[in-house]
Antibody
Framework: VQLLESGGGLVQRGGSLRLSCAAAGFSFNNFAMSWVRQAPGKGLEWVSTINSGGRTYYADSVKGRFTISRDTSKNTLYLQMNSLRAGDTAVYYC????????????????WGKGTTVSVSS | SSELTQDPAVSVALGQTVRITCQGDSLRRSYASWYQQKPGQAPVLVIFGRNNRPSGIPERFSGSSSGNTASLTVTGAQAEDEADYYCNSRDTGAEGVIFGGGTKLTVL
């Protein structure tokens, strides 16, 4: 089981980025998938989850600016980030849920190595 | 939304037992999961559900829960257990996930 994030980089405040997470080694469409971020020197912060049925959930801090989606034909998870702020600067991790995530979707049993997003002001 | 509270730092002597706690109202209706994160690395799930260890996690890691408090116990701590530990749960007050602030475990 493997997750590989890409798409991070340096972007100006107000700009956009799309993160990707390529999944391998499991039935991608059967599990919830999440994005979790970690600002420099800080703790983990949940960003968004999409369950196996396509239902999406967002942290208040990103609601209306970020969109999570998945392409089951490509086994890839995405995070479209718009109207980026300095506070969005972080390492963004892609994480696999331990099940479909219909009711409980906080168990994240596989994590990628992360991709770094830096927002300049 | 709800919050999960963890002690910022805990220390344990090599080979001794340490308990790391996580408090929050959401834990009354949702089990906590626990993650270990070493410097420069991605988090690793160590405990989920009532007290389940993913494959490859040593038996010295165990979890428990009572009321609004979840605990991660390391029985016979090893030097390689020195890391940051985070709890999380479903935010039962809203639709989402919450993480605790993390506990830095030092093995002396």
């Amino acid at each position: 089981v493997q997750l590989l994030e890409s798409g991070g980089g340096l972007v100006q405040r107000g700009g956009s980025l799309r993160l990707s997470c390529a999944a391998a080694g499991f039935s991608f469409n059967n599990f919830a998938m999440s994005w979790v971020r970690q600002a420099p020197g800080k703790g983990l912060e949940w960003v968004s989850t999409i369950n196996s049925g396509g239902r999406t959930y967002y942290a208040d801090s990103v609601k209306g600016r970020f969109t999570i989606s998945r392409d089951t034909s490509k086994n890839t998870l995405y995070l479209q980030m718009n109207s980026l702020r300095a506070g969005d600067t972080a390492v963004y991790y892609c994480a696999k849920g331990s099940d479909a995530g219909v009711v409980y979707y906080h168990n994240m049993d596989v994590w990628g190595k992360g991709t770094t997003v830096s927002v300049s002001s | 939304s709800s919050e999960l509270t963890q002690d910022p730092a805990v220390s344990v002597a090599l080979g001794q037992t340490v308990r790391i706690t996580c408090q929050g109202d959401s834990l009354r209706r949702s089990y906590a999961s626990w993650y270990q994160q070493k410097p420069g690395q991605a988090p690793v799930l160590v405990i989920f559900g009532r007290n389940n260890r993913p494959s490859g996690i040593p038996e010295r890691f165990s979890g428990s829960s009572s009321g609004n408090t979840a605990s991660l116990t390391v029985t016979g701590a090893q030097a390689e257990d020195e890391a940051d530990y985070y709890c999380n749960s479903r935010d039962t007050g809203a639709e989402g996930v919450i993480f605790g602030g993390g506990t830095k475990l030092t093995v002396l």
